[in-house]
DNA sequence: TTAATAGTGTCTTTCAGACAATATTAT
DNA sequence: ATAATATTGTCTGAAAGACACTATTAA
């Protein structure tokens, strides 16, 4: 069956017509609150509302079409900028039938860790998008606080077993700094001196540039020693979430 | 803006036709291997090479165009049969260009984990689909040897932290089975005594229907009490992998 | 009787988490 | 000097994994 005939057999007006998006939960910590990407809608539907950064799929690959949504919503340049220490990943497809009230539109939505990253200057495209502290996220277009919630709840799990929280940080930072990603995310303070410990206890995770800070903390304290994330792709053993028993259930 | 006008704007013809459609991965065990349900090809491309069941999405959620298609192809049906005993969840989304050579389709891969299944029937639509263990499973068509590859490792992980191996055992079972359920999953054997120790340990995971199996093992040995799943969500203390230094880095 | 399997006991090592102590530095 | 932070030490309990042992049942 060449494609000729293949397209005589599904003629496409048997199906109805879908548009494929994608969507980013593009995530990062600014003023030490984990903070989301988002754009402000100005047409209908869901006029006034936020939504996720997102659009159509050209001749490109998902991955790809996620990476230059983020680029065009931020401004900034993938090879230049901080775009390169991004990590992107897929989250979920979404395509429930109404998802968007216009047309079949199926989402391949994308989960992104970032450093922190300037805000979206104005003048440019990226001028409507700006960084949201995610517990301020809420009422977000079309079915993007479900994606969102997924996000998140991806991320937190991540962060338990993959080196992901680097993806946070610069590309040099202390135990401290770490420790900080790990507390915005989870939404809970983690002891110092065990977190400390663990982290250097994981095979693989960071390994020590040889320098510390030029200064001490804000309010004192000694100077810390400075790290960079280590080759290991799998945390063993995970930094555990402190024990929410009704987690479980 | 209503639809006509965001039709207008978005103009079709800017942007190729793309397919939607939905595989499944569907894995059980059989004669003690991990086994995946494959249809055979008939018709160009890869006509003669075996794939992953699945099809086009219609007028309906995706999950449901996923839980369709296995009833299809299995020739089973939700309502009766095991079918609703399936555990069905989305895995990745494949929009590669060219991944079809036909025309530009995006594909929501499904995973599913069923109790070992009937051999589809002959002279029925799901005449052409049979289980295939997972090492046979090869130089599929398409992509689907690396949908295949990520459905596999996601089960493996799967595993470790939830209870979906009772998806693949029937509606009561002894440890030694859930046993087998891990060993064929991940490929290696495990240490009885630990396993069993382990499993009851975890709150949740099993509960005891106070009965035993019927009769002893084939070869010999009492007779073993029988289980059904719990009510936890999550595995805590997890059921982690026996450790592979390799898979860390 | 023999072999296979279910289920339990025990020991060692690792790790999580609580708590404490010391050292260093900004103010 | 004072307060804050980095880093290390110690202890307890949970859990993994190795190994051994007993009990039960099919052939």
Not at 8 to 31: C, K
Not at 53 to 68: I, S
Not at 164 to 193: N, S
Request: no cysteine; proline share 7%.
């Amino acid at each position: 069956m060449d494609e000729a005939s293949f397209l005589a057999g599904y003629d496409p007006r048997d199906y109805p017509a879908v548009a494929v998006t994608v969507d980013v939960v593009a995530l990062t910590i600014r003023d030490g609150k984990l903070s989301v990407l988002l754009v402000e809608r100005g047409e209908q539907p869901f006029a006034g509302h936020r939504a996720l950064p997102g659009g159509f799929v050209r001749e490109e690959t998902l991955d790809r079409a996620a990476l230059r949504e983020l680029a065009e919503e931020t401004g900034l340049t993938p090879g230049e900028d901080d775009l390169d220490r991004v990590h992107l990943e897929q989250l979920k497809t979404y395509g429930n039938p109404g998802r968007d009230p216009r047309m079949r539109v199926v989402s391949a939505a994308y989960l992104a860790f970032a450093p922190s990253l300037p805000e979206p200057t104005a003048g440019s495209d990226a001028a409507r998008a700006y960084w949201v502290p995610v517990e301020e996220a809420k009422d977000l277009a079309f079915d993007h606080d479900e994606i969102l919630a997924d996000g998140l709840e991806r991320a937190r799990a991540k962060l338990e077993y993959t080196p992901l929280a680097t993806a946070f940080a610069g590309p040099e930072f202390t135990i401290g700094e770490l420790r900080q990603v790990y507390a915005a995310v989870w939404g809970e303070e983690l002891h110092a001196g065990n977190f400390h410990r663990k982290v250097l206890s994981v095979p693989g995770f960071v390994e020590s540039t040889g320098e510390t800070t030029a200064r001490g903390g804000e309010r004192g304290g000694p100077r810390a020693k400075l790290y960079r994330a280590g080759d290991a792709r799998l945390l063993h053993p995970a930094l555990l979430r402190p024990t929410r028993e009704d987690r479980v259930r």
